[in-house]
């Protein structure tokens, strides 16, 4: 039943900006955080951003702070990834996941089939 979905790749220049989304499906389950990672070509799949659900703190890898913003709609049941100054490095399939919970149960990580983001020179 949990189901992600991302959109909002593409291409775009150096400097540019695009912002991915993540529609999530999570019931029954509790949502105990929204993460997005990438992994480009050849390289493993690193984290980017994380938002907790309670309280909503957020948490940056140090390569994006200040250019990446996470957040969420809640009417929507949607997470964004605002990412603006884009960068060449940037290049990679970007992963939605959702770390959910359910009671008696423990923390289990589900994870979305990614949208790919090409950044030119």
């Known amino acids: 039943q949990v189901q992600l979905v991302e959109s909002g790749g593409g291409l775009v220049q150096a400097g540019g900006s695009l912002r991915l989304s993540c529609a999530a499906s999570?019931?029954?389950?509790?949502?105990?955080?929204m993460t997005w990672f990438r992994q480009a070509p050849g390289k493993e799949r690193e984290f980017v951003a994380t938002?907790?659900?309670?309280?909503?703190?957020?948490y940056y890898a140090d390569f994006v702070k200040g250019r990446f913003t996470i957040s969420r709609d809640n009417a929507k049941n949607t997470v964004y990834l605002q990412m603006n100054s884009l960068k060449p490095e940037d290049t990679a399939v970007y992963y939605c996941?959702?770390?959910?919970?359910?009671?008696?149960?423990?923390?289990?990580?589900?994870w979305g089939q990614g949208t790919q983001v090409t950044v030119s020179s």
């Open positions: 999570t019931r029954p389950f509790s949502t105990n955080a």
């Open positions: 938002l907790r659900w309670s309280g909503g703190n957020t």
């Open positions: 996941a959702a770390d959910l919970t359910r009671s008696g149960q423990s923390t289990f990580r589900s």
